[in-house]
């Protein structure tokens, strides 16, 4: 067989023409590259991964509890008050505001502001973008708050003692769990 | 290979969500049971036979209810929300089911709370291990609360249109604090007693109603017996029903927006994701 077609190829068969050249496709349709936009089944994908997760989750609680036992101190007494006197380590900066500032700021304003604010953040910060790059002024904004928020709570928690002075955690420990 | 099997090996190379087995021959044993009479009967459902039979599957089942059908990618993996809303849930679960045993053997009254406790820690079968499991639970729910926060701002995942699921979310972290405060005081040991006392005299900083606020968390002008079981009453009933009213809306927002397709910059890329299911 001498004749060859347009692109060099030979025809398939005699007495049949090509008529066009398609580029190459599977028969079952596109094939494209997964997109991180693309749907994926809860079942399993996303199952699980939950699955995975409570379970690491459940043996972190259970080994913990095997090692550490939890506090339990003398029975309550209103006439011995420690010293220091702790709130919960999650009041830790609360309690650490308090020895600054008069406690309607501290004990009152501070508070309510950061839960009202905290609920009304997603109305402040109406800019739509979601990449970090374009919001960098509110990521600012909440990571200073926050880590503010944090230090406050070690101090609070970690590096105070008797009559709220500041001691070394290495030196005395006065924090509670 | 029957009609039915060929049937499902299609409709699994065709399938939506990228799992091509094409060259599956045995169905596997727990397919093999569903097909009995006796499986039918658990699962309810019908051989699932293509994708749309998988999907009406997931939509059959009564435990699977509070996921989606389908979620995007991207939000399935671990680097999008680190599951902390998952890590936060299940430790609530195991605060719960902990929770419940340690009432059988607690009574909130002053004279038999700290008692009881003591009678917990060395009598009871597991009754240490079981308080210790609650204890850092909540601890770790706490800090899971707050890091989930944390993480959907990093996100942007709080904004336009889940905008109000934020909101709820803050209550629920609200509501986490107020359930590990009035847990706090149960063992009525001094670590609680004055832990509440401290805690407590911030409501009385409050302008005018101050007094009035912190008399009635309390029960009296300072920590006593009402106030153990004031606190009781909202750490074993009145806050876990409030908490799982309002976790139970947040989530359901939250499916019903999971299939909201938001390019970078905020801007939805169709109308197909309007409605979640």
Redesign the interface.
Known sequence: MTETNIDGSTPVEDNRRVLGIVPGKPV?GDRKE??????????P???V??AV??MA??V???L???F???????????T???NP???????AA??EL?SHFH??VA??LI?AAV?VG??A???I????????R??KVA?LA?TMV?VLWIALTIIGFAFRGPNWEWVWPWVEWHG?? | MDLKDRVEDEGNAAGTDGSFDPGRADPGALARFRRTEFGRSIFRTPGRLTPRDRAAGHWANFFLHIYPVKMRRAEAGFRYSWYLGVISTVLLGSLVVSGIYLMFFYVPTPNQAYVNIQTLQVDVRFGQYIRNVHRWSAHLMVLAVAAHMARVFYRGAHKKPRQFNWVIGVVLLVLTLLLSFTGYLLPWDQLAFWAVTVGSEMAGYVPFVGNEVRETLLGGSSVGAPTLLRFYVLHVVVLPLLLGVVLMIHLWRWRKDSMLDLDPSGRANDSKGDDGD
Do not use: C
């Not at chain 1, 006197?85 to 009041?91: D, H, M, N, S, V």
């Open positions: 079952a997964p997109d991180r936009q693309d749907l994926v089944m809860v079942w994908h996303v199952l991964r939950h997760v409570a989750v459940v972190v609680v259970l913990a509890s095997v550490f036992d939890a506090p339990l101190r003398a029975v309550a007494n209103p011995l008050t420690p006197e702790k709130a919960p380590w999650y009041f609360l309690q308090l406690p309607l004990g009152v508070p839960i905290l609920g953040l997603p109305y910060d109406t800019n739509p973008t979601r990449r970090p374009d919001r990521v909440f926050m509670e769990l």
